[in-house]
């Protein structure tokens, strides 16, 4: 597992996050509820499955985008 960490608003939010690679084919994709008490919020990702490499991982909300590179050293 991986852990993400980033900000959002206080309050609870219906998170997509979509692992994507390189070219931009779709790798995995999960929803999640969090409650942000603090604008800190750290989700956990399963990479189990994924080769070693570089990752592109989008993590949407219905007020927010985040994009970030994810390397996977196996």
């Known amino acids: 597992y991986t852990k993400v960490q980033f900000t959002l608003p206080e309050g609870k939010h219906l998170l997509t996050m979509t ?3 390189i070219t931009g084919k779709i790798i995995s ?7 942000a008490n603090t604008n800190a919020v750290e ?11 570089i990752y592109i991982i989008q993590i949407k909300s219905d007020n927010f985008v985040k994009s970030g590179k994810l390397i996977i050293t196996n």
Not at 29 to 35: A, C, K, L, P, Q
């Open 43 to 53: 989700v956990e990702i399963n990479t189990q499955s994924l080769k070693s490499g």
């Open 19 to 21: 692992i994507m690679d």
């Open 29 to 35: 994709s999960e929803n999640t509820t969090v409650n």
